[in-house]
Nanobody, 115 residues
């Protein structure tokens, strides 16, 4: 089992910044990719950013140039630095870890961007 605990969400004005953290514990050996997803009511959960075990990253087009995903292997933590936030970034953000054949999820953290 892998446990994921997110933190860092909150309320921020448009143009502001937040940094989300996802601390992993448990059977973290052989975790491959990790990522951040977000979901708003009535819509499917979407991938925001992902990072491989080798450090490769990818982002959804809407956050490119504004968000940065990184990982600290010593702390078993993945971060999502979010700058220039927009109201449309408002969502519950979930951390995800891929440890084949299982996908693990955190409990989610709310990010609200006011206009």
């Amino acid at each position: 089992q892998v446990q994921l605990v997110e933190s860092g969400g909150g309320l921020v004005q448009a143009g502001g910044s937040l940094r989300l953290s996802c601390a992993s514990s448990g059977s973290i050996f052989r975790i491959n990719g990790m990522g951040w997803y977000r979901q708003v009511p009535g819509k499917q959960r979407e991938l925001v950013a992902a990072i491989t075990s080798g450090g490769g990253t990818n982002y959804v087009d809407s956050v490119k140039g504004r968000f940065t995903i990184s990982r600290d292997n010593a702390k078993n933590t993945v971060y999502l630095q979010m700058n220039s936030l927009k109201p449309e970034d408002t969502a519950v953000y979930y951390c995800n870890a891929q440890r084949p054949p299982t996908s693990y999820w955190g409990q989610g953290t709310q990010v609200t961007v006011s206009s």
